[in-house]
């Protein structure tokens, strides 16, 4: 069993989705992440790729995260897929999200 710290030192303390998040505020665009091969990256070339985007997004906890050692933004779902659609509308995506 992986320790909060290991965890967030293997992630580099952010999940693939608080990564695009973090990448699509910085401005950056798909081409200067096309020749990467982490799921962050993926992700937002086929994000960046679309005109409307419908999120679906659950309330579920999950367990590994509720560990107070780990970073505050790595326990907060819904907060971080907020960021993401609001600069994706800024790009000029159509953006909706559905909390389930």
Same mark, same amino acid.
């Given at each position: 069993?992986?320790?909060?710290?290991?965890?967030? *030192?293997?992630?580099?303390?952010?999940?693939?989705?608080?990564?695009?998040? =973090?990448?699509?505020?910085? +401005?950056?665009?798909? !081409? &200067?992440?096309?020749? !990467?091969?982490? +799921?962050?990256?993926?992700?937002?070339?086929?994000?960046? =790729?679309?005109? /409307?985007? /419908?999120?679906? $997004?659950? /309330?579920? $906890?999950? #367990?590994? /995260?509720?560990? #107070?050692?780990? #970073?505050?933004?790595?326990?907060? *779902? #819904? +907060?971080?897929?907020?960021?993401?659609?609001?600069?994706? *509308?800024? *790009? +000029?995506?159509?953006? &909706?999200?559905?909390?389930?």
């Amino acid at each position: 069993m992986k320790t909060a710290q290991e965890i967030a *030192r293997f992630w580099g303390e952010t999940t693939a989705e608080t990564k695009v998040s =973090d990448m699509l505020q910085s +401005g950056v665009q798909k !081409r &200067s992440v096309r020749y !990467r091969t982490h +799921g962050a990256a993926d992700l937002l070339r086929y994000l960046l =790729d679309l005109d /409307h985007v /419908h999120f679906i $997004v659950g /309330h579920a $906890v999950n #367990p590994a /995260h509720q560990n #107070p050692d780990l #970073p505050k933004r790595l326990k907060i *779902r #819904p +907060g971080v897929v907020r960021e993401i659609a609001e600069v994706l *509308r800024e *790009r +000029g995506k159509e953006v &909706s999200i559905e909390m389930i």
